[in-house]
Structures are given as structure tokens and as C-alpha cells.
């Protein structure tokens, strides 16, 4: 937490306008610290009360959400500014916003191709090319370069949402999406 003060104070937290005025005052990458896919310290698994999607696998099959099991609660901390390339995760997920805002890219399964496995149901995420995991996109789908990725023209719309401190997002299995911290 110390770090996120530190960085505020060296390059401000002016979610308003950043990252979309390409003026404000930006980190070098080098400078940012992102504390990702860690899991949550046992001292903190009493400081909040677990959905009920997570606990009640009748009220979770009621809903069409998940199986009604926890598997690991992650803690990702970093300041405005830290991405999660386009990536799915094999599981449902619960992403809840502690502090601080992000926008979320949601891309839905592709239509006719969602009972596919996660690699075949749609070349233009290019799923593992350049080195990366195979649930993870070299494409960066802020700047995408089209000469390089020329596939990603067929991507679907996806469903962009901002969320705020307190806010909670369900990620279905193997949806495609990316995420920008837009503060702390």
C-alpha cells in the first residue's frame, strides 16, 4: 500500500482523464508494481462474506452461475495504470473492486463456436502466439495493430464496463477479457 502512495505522489491519480489524455503524466513501465493472481493471506478471509454463489450450489444452479464452489479467492494490488492483457481463466470468476476504479473489455463467446474448446473457438484472439500462455492474447486491444493481428477485425463487440470500489463483476468461464486499473 505504501508503494501505491508513493506512486501517487510521483505521477498523481487523475482517473478522470487518464489513460485517455495522452498528456497526464504516465509511469514507465518499469515503475509499476503489480501484485498479481496472489492468493488472498488466510488473516484476510474473515474481513468479507463470501457470495452465495459461492457457497449454495442450489442457488448457484438456480442461477446459471458456476457450480455453488469456491476454489481460491486471488488478490491482484497495483495502481492506476496496471493491465491484465486479454486473457480467459478456465473458471467462473467473481472479480470484486476493493478500491480505487477499472474498466473491464468483456468479449463473449463467439456465436456457433462457444461449445468448442477455448483454442479452437476464435483465431483472432491468436490464443499463445508470440510466447505467451495458451489462455493469453498478444494482442494489445487498446492499440491493436492490425497488420500484425489482421483477425482481430473479427472480433465481437465486446461489453466494456467501469468498476468502482465495491462493485462485483461475474467472468464466465473462458469469456476473453481486459483489464485496466483506472486508480488505485
Not at 505504501?2 to 514507465?28: C, M, V
Not at 503489480?34 to 449454495?56: E, I, S, T
Not at 467462473?92 to 474448446?117: C, F, H, S, W
Request: with cysteine.
Amino acid at each position: 500500500v505504501q508503494y501505491i502512495h508513493k506512486f501517487e505522489e510521483q505521477y498523481g491519480n487523475d482517473e478522470d482523464t487518464w489513460p485517455l489524455d495522452q498528456s497526464a503524466k504516465r509511469a514507465p513501465p518499469g515503475e509499476i508494481v503489480y501484485l498479481a493472481q496472489n492468493d488472498l493471506p488466510p488473516a484476510l478471509h474473515n474481513d468479507f462474506v463470501l457470495p452465495q454463489l459461492c457457497r449454495d450450489g442450489a442457488f448457484a444452479k438456480h442461477h446459471s452461475v458456476g457450480e455453488g464452489k469456491l476454489y481460491s479467492v486471488m488478490l491482484w494490488l497495483g495502481p492506476r495504470g496496471t493491465v491484465s492483457p486479454l486473457h480467459y481463466d478456465p473458471l467462473d470468476n467473481l472479480l470484486i473492486q476493493m478500491a480505487g476504479k477499472k474498466r473491464v473489455l468483456l468479449y463473449p463467446k463467439t456465436a456457433g463456436l462457444a461449445e468448442m474448446g477455448a483454442a479452437e473457438e476464435a483465431a483472432w484472439v491468436y490464443a499463445g502466439a508470440d510466447g505467451m500462455q495458451y489462455n493469453t492474447s498478444p494482442v494489445n486491444v487498446e492499440e491493436p495493430s492490425l497488420v500484425t493481428y489482421p483477425l482481430f477485425a473479427d472480433a465481437p463487440q465486446p461489453f466494456e464496463c467501469t468498476l468502482n470500489a465495491g462493485d462485483l463483476l461475474y467472468i464466465p468461464a473462458k469469456w476473453w477479457h481486459h483489464v485496466r486499473s483506472l486508480s488505485r
